[in-house]
């Protein structure tokens, strides 16, 4: 408790029973946001889907070479689609807290043509299990532990 510890119990114990934990895990995925869409961009920037497989082929080869040209930072494998798009698909991409989970989407207008291309939204939109692991320790849980920290202490 150190600076804290003139804390009375009876203080602490009605600091604690005034945290909502799903306030504090909204508040946190809302502060996080623009860390979890990273993820999600760099997966499509590679062309993984949220289950880590590819999103998809271009059907013809002559596309998939321009598109490979024409992009200097194309990482995806050649053919794999890469939804690392410049401009308003990436730029519309959100991350919000919805009950017990975070929907990832863009409001850009070709976002439902890119997700039937992949076989669905949860493809694109989503982070794998590599990168779920990342955010929660790494982004999410120290967010989230100063939030609960300052809640129970009244910082």
Do not use: C
């Not at 975070?102 to 207008?109: H, L, P, V």
Request: charged share 25%; net charge neutral.
């Amino acid at each position: 408790l150190n600076k804290k510890e003139n804390m009375d119990l009876e203080q602490f114990r009605d600091n604690l029973l005034s945290i909502s934990v799903n306030d504090l895990v909204n508040e946190t995925v809302v502060e996080t946001e623009q860390q979890i869409l990273n993820h999600n961009k760099t997966q499509m920037l590679f062309g993984k889907g949220t289950d880590g497989q590819d999103l998809g082929h271009y059907k013809w080869p002559e596309y998939a070479e321009a598109k490979a040209k024409f992009f200097a930072n194309y990482h995806a494998p050649f053919g794999v689609y890469n939804y690392y798009k410049f401009g308003s698909f990436q730029d519309l991409m959100f991350a919000r807290p919805i009950l017990t989970a975070i929907e990832i989407g863009s409001t850009d207008k070709k976002t439902k043509r890119l997700e039937t291309l992949a076989g669905g939204a949860n493809r694109v939109f989503g982070l794998t299990d590599e990168n779920l692991q990342k955010y929660s320790g790494d982004e999410f849980k120290p967010v989230f532990v100063e939030k609960l920290r300052s809640k129970i202490f009244k910082t």
